[in-house]
């Protein structure tokens, strides 16, 4: 299947209080684009109104941006630049421009006050924002902001896009894998309660796949001559294309998927072998298998998967951000 894992497209919008120099605000963005190493998307539109906010949200969309930064060159518009997290559809950043560029005459922007009052706006408005833990500084200080930031705005992309799907009953005595999924649909988590009867029929349909032979070959290369059961192989195969397949037929109108199956003590019986090696290869893909139903810890493998800079194997080109 297509990568599981979101790749971020990041878009910068600066605001600026109208009573401030505006270009202080402009130049201020133009040096952040400049200091950043990686790819990140150029608002043209600065925000002074409400107006202004809804062009540069219009505008950072078509250019495909799935994540911003809202940058406050100088105090800042407390309305507008709150209403942006309102009107654009993923996460966004709140940082602002620290002083001491040599000119705190025209060249004075307040911002750390603004930031101040931005972030009490956002909270009088419910709205969500990730602030860092100092979110004041020079282009450069910003530009590392702005790489932390990164494999948050894949998280919150990836969970609010992302579909758990389950096989089988959640344990009678594993309090943890029984807790309510109401608190899921409130993360705007889908999930998909299957059985375990439908994952052996599913199963036993992929008998003879035509992929099997490649699969397999590629699981003997991969664990190394002598180090696994020839007689296991075609089943680990047909299994992985299974369940790879049903993520692929049945994740909806969401992006990304992950499992969580029950592994035992009727699987072994049923299928003829653990699934603990095929479970480990999809989530090297992006797409963890949590066991015992764990649906919750499938959600936690997910978000770990995305906020991991390294090591993210099949699932595409890295984003900017990643060492």
Not at 25 to 35: L, T
Not at 60 to 77: D, E, S, T
Not at 252 to 261: E, L, S
Request: hydrophobic residues 40%.
């Amino acid at each position: 299947m297509s990568t599981n894992i979101p790749v971020v497209k990041l878009g910068i919008i600066a605001v600026s209080r109208d009573c401030f120099p505006i270009n202080l605000s402009i130049q201020r963005r133009k040096n952040i684009v400049a200091a950043y190493k990686g790819e990140l998307y150029e608002c043209p539109v600065t925000v002074e109104n409400e107006l202004d906010m809804q062009k540069a949200v219009a505008d950072v969309k078509a250019a495909g941006c799935n994540a911003l930064v809202v940058f406050l060159g100088n105090f800042g518009p407390e309305t507008p630049e709150t209403l942006i997290a309102k009107h654009f559809d993923g996460p966004c950043m709140f940082v602002a421009a620290a002083e001491g560029d040599g000119d705190l005459i025209n060249g004075r922007g307040d911002a750390y006050c603004g930031m101040l009052n931005c972030s009490y706006n956002l909270g009088m408005r419910h709205l969500k924002g990730y602030i860092p833990e100092y979110p004041v500084g020079t282009a450069e200080d910003i530009s590392k902001m702005i790489a932390d930031f990164i494999p948050v705005a894949r998280a919150i992309i990836g969970v609010k896009n992302l579909k758990i799907i389950t096989f089988g009953p959640r344990p009678q005595d594993f309090f943890a894998c029984n807790a309510p999924i109401k608190g899921l649909y409130e993360l705007d988590v889908e999930i998909e309660e299957n059985s375990e009867l439908d994952l052996l029929v599913s199963y036993k349909a992929h008998a003879g796949d035509a992929r099997i032979p490649a699969v397999c070959e590629d699981m003997a290369a991969e664990m190394g001559e002598g180090k696994y059961y020839p007689e296991l192989l075609a089943r680990m195969a047909q299994f992985e294309l299974t369940l790879l397949d049903w993520a692929e037929q049945h994740k909806g109108d969401r992006k990304y998927v992950a499992f969580a199956d029950k592994c035992w003590p009727a699987f072994p019986e049923q299928f003829g072998f653990e699934p603990c090696y095929v479970n480990s290869r999809l989530a090297s893909r992006g797409i963890p298998v949590a066991c015992e139903v764990d649906i919750y810890g499938a959600l936690s493998e997910y978000i770990g998967a995305c906020v991991q800079l390294r090591a993210r194997l099949h699932v595409g080109e890295p984003d900017q951000g990643q060492v």
